[in-house]
């Protein structure tokens, strides 16, 4: 079984930057993709980035030109960075693991609050 612990949640003003970690209890070798989503109170979960296995990145709208994600294989660690907050960034952002079209991690979820 597969952990993953979140953290670099808290609380920021708007126009800040914040860095979230995401690191496995152990490394996986059949990895598909390394997301992360967010879930804000009375809203659907939404996909915010992605990474592949081949390195290919894709990122929501509404986050392009501010967020990145980035893997460290050596650390089984994969982080999103935040940048230029927006209060409506305002969610629990949790960090994904798709290894097959039916097994997934997910990690435990870190709040982010952006104030205006």
């Known amino acids: 079984q597969v952990q993953l612990v979140e953290s670099g949640g808290g609380l920021v003003q708007a126009g800040g930057s914040l860095r979230l970690s995401c690191a496995a209890s152990r490394s996986i070798f059949s990895i598909r993709a390394m997301n992360w989503y967010r879930q804000a109170p009375g809203k659907q979960r939404e996909l915010v980035a992605s990474?592949?296995?081949?390195?290919?990145?894709n990122y929501a709208d509404s986050v392009k030109g501010r967020f990145a994600i980035s893997r460290d294989n050596a650390k089984s660690t994969m982080y999103l960075q935040m940048n230029s907050l927006k209060p409506e960034d305002t969610a629990t952002y949790y960090c994904?693991?798709?290894?097959?079209?039916?097994?997934?991690?997910w990690g435990q979820g870190t709040q982010v609050t952006v104030s205006s």
């Open positions: 990474i592949s296995t081949d390195g290919s990145i």
């Open positions: 994904n693991l798709r290894v097959t079209a039916l097994l997934e991690f």
